[in-house]
Structures are given as structure tokens and as C-alpha cells.
């Protein structure tokens, strides 16, 4: 009897310990056949965003947090982002992009936009500035 249950020890060891080696390198191509697919996700996401408009969301952004010193009087760096098309030519040559997004030099000056906010924009750049 000892040596039968020393064996099925010995079995069932033999057997969890090939298993959990079977199950390692499975659990480390799992993630990777996953991350294809989750940043396919993403990208469908930005698709479904890239419908933001001007009209519809940016203009709104852009008076709540840029126009009172980005207008149509005195611009302040001679940059006025209060109609379609200079807000348009500022995303698109990089500036606003990229001030946006720098929490060490943000715009607006006072501390970055929301989350939110600041990915309508870029949504909007993507998606070639929808009127
Ligand atoms: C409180 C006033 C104020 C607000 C609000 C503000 N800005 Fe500015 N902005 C400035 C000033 C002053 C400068 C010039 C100094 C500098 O570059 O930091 C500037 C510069 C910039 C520049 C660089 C222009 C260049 O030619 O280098 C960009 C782009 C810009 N702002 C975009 C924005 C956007 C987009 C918003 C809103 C999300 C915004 N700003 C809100 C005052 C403001």
C-alpha cells in the first residue's frame, strides 16, 4: 500500500508538474495572439471617432478653451483658431497637436484639456477635419 501511494504521488506530481509546463507557454502566446486583436479594437474605436466634426464638436472645444486668447482680436502668437479654416491650418501644420498634449508647455496655458477634449481633436485631425 506504501508504495502504491508513493507512486501515485509520484504520478500525479510527474503529471501537475507537466501540466503547469504545458500551461507556461501557453498562457505566453495567449497575449499575443490577443494584442492584434485588442489594437484592432482600438483602431475601430478611432474609425468610429474620426466622424468628429467641426461644426458638431471642435468649434465647441475650441471657444470653451482657446478663443478668448486665440480669436479673432488680437491673437496672441498671431494665432487665431475662431473659424474652420485657421483652425484647420493650425491642427494641421502640428502646433495644436502637439501644445495640446504637453503637460510642460500646454495649452491652454492654464493646464491641458481633458482627456476627452484633446482626443476630439486629434479624432478630428485623423479623420481629415470634418466641416
Ligand atoms: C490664456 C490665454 C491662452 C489660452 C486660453 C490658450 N492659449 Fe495658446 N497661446 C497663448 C500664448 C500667450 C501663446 C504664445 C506663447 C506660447 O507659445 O506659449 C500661445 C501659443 C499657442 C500655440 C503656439 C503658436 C505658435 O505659433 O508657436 C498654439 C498652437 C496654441 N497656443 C494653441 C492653443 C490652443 C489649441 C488652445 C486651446 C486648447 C490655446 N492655445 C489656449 C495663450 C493662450
Known sequence: MKFLSTLTFLLLFIFVACSEGDLTP???TTPTTTNP???N???D???NTNTVTYSGT???IL???CTGCHGATNPRAGLSLHTFATAKQATENGNVLS???DANNPMPQGGLMSQENIQAI???AEGGFNE
Open 26 to 28: 501557453q498562457q505566453n
Open 99 to 101: 501644445r495640446i498634449r
Open 45 to 47: 474605436d478611432s474609425d
Open 41 to 43: 479594437d482600438d483602431n
Open 63 to 65: 471657444s470653451s478653451n
Open 37 to 39: 486583436t485588442s489594437s
Open 58 to 60: 471642435v468649434a465647441g
Open 122 to 124: 486629434v479624432d478630428w
